[in-house]
């Protein structure tokens, strides 16, 4: 039989040892929701947003748009390798605050974009999603709200330019 000496030591190394497990386990994790793309990277593994635009509001205004995102300058060489494009799996979302009220996809380039707003002059932001890329990106200006507007159109898009998220 053993002592209760060494029971006690045992307990204690079997405890550092399931400690140890149990740090090395909860420093391998990440959180679900946090986006595991490299920051140094314009390609990333955010999946296809989950954006539902309100279209509760009377207000509405229609904008058709070009996404130019200029990664030349900070990432060329992924650029370069990658090939980057917009495609029919786009998608572009206005916002008003955080209430998403407009989505489109592509359509040969263009993004044709139906927003509803609670009122006028209101500032809203856009947001693009890439499929190529899987990330996201949003236009540097914000666009202020009025209803029946028509912002851009096939002739002469309206071309925000746009950063990394």
């Known amino acids: 039989m053993k002592s209760i000496a060494s029971q006690v030591l ?15 386990f909860a420093a391998g994790c990440k959180d679900k929701n946090e986006p595991t793309s490299d920051p140094q990277s314009i390609v990333g593994d955010l999946p296809v947003p ?14 058709t748009l070009i996404v130019k ?5 900070t990432y060329p060489e992924q650029v370069a390798s990658i090939g980057w494009n917009t495609s029919p ?8 605050g955080t209430n998403c009220i407009g989505i489109a996809n592509c359509q040969d380039g263009l ?3 139906y ?9 809203l932001t ?13 236009a540097e200006q914000t ?23």
Request: hydrophobic letters at 45%; proline letters at 4%; aromatic letters at 14%.
């Open 10 to 24: 045992n307990y204690r190394n079997f405890s550092k040892l399931i400690l140890c497990a149990l740090l090395l």
């Open 111 to 113: 993004f044709f974009l």
């Open 143 to 165: 666009i202020s709200f009025h209803n029946d507007a028509i912002i851009g159109s096939v002739a002469a898009p309206f071309t925000p330019k746009f950063t990394k998220h």
């Open 126 to 138: 856009l947001t693009y999603y890439s499929a190529q890329l899987k990330n996201l990106f949003d």
């Open 115 to 123: 927003v509803t707003a609670p009122k006028d002059g209101n500032q």
């Open 50 to 63: 989950a954006w539902t635009p309100a279209m509760e509001y009377d207000m509405t205004s229609s904008m």
């Open 89 to 96: 799996n786009d998608l572009l979302a206005a916002f008003d």
């Open 69 to 73: 995102v200029d990664l030349s300058i």
